[in-house]
């Protein structure tokens, strides 16, 4: 968990574009956690009330706009709070991404108060997250922030 936080912290301070950076995290994050299958950012598209897919590591999603209240990430973007799903097929309100899916994390990221977006995250295996995802996850929204 140590190693992959100042790992996090490199790639943030590596002082390379926005795009290039959250890309480094998505892709450092699936390669080093066996159970993320699917790592992704969305974030609020300008003034509408909904998300668009920024960048991701994994396979491609038709899901590249999320309306606010509709799925997993529709329903953080409304709620402000981290959204722990440890079966999705429990879930009536949900996008489905593939069928291989089996549970999924999504924690809002905040700038100045306001919820901006969030990283999703998507496994194979059901019941794959626990806290300290919850706690990793939140570490890198609010460090993050700083080149958003
Ligand atoms: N499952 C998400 C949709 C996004 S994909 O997981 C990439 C949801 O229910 O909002």
């Not at 799903?85 to 009536?92: F, I, K, L, P, W």
């Given at each position: 968990m ?5 790992e ?20 450092y994050?699936?390669?080093s ?8 950012f969305?974030f ?10 920024a ?8 899901h590249?706009i ?15 709070e ?17 069928v291989e899916?089996?549970?999924e ?13 969030q ?30």
């Amino acid at each position: 968990m140590e190693k992959l936080k100042s790992e996090i912290l490199n790639i943030i301070q590596s002082n390379t574009s926005k795009e290039k950076t959250l890309q480094d995290i998505c892709e450092y994050l699936k390669k080093s956690v066996s159970h993320y299958d699917w790592v992704g950012f969305y974030f609020k598209n300008g003034s509408k009330n909904e998300l668009k897919l920024a960048q991701f590591a994994g396979k491609l999603t038709e899901h590249t706009i999320i309306p606010f209240g509709k799925g997993i990430c529709g329903q953080v973007a409304v709620s402000n709070e981290t959204f722990l799903v440890s079966d999705v097929s429990e879930q009536a309100n949900y996008i489905s991404c593939g069928v291989e899916v089996k549970s999924e994390l999504v924690v809002p990221i905040f700038k100045n108060n306001e919820n901006i977006g969030q990283i999703d995250i998507d496994s194979h295996s059901v019941n794959a997250f626990n806290n300290e995802d919850v706690k990793l996850l939140e570490f890198i929204c609010n460090e993050v922030t700083v080149i958003l």
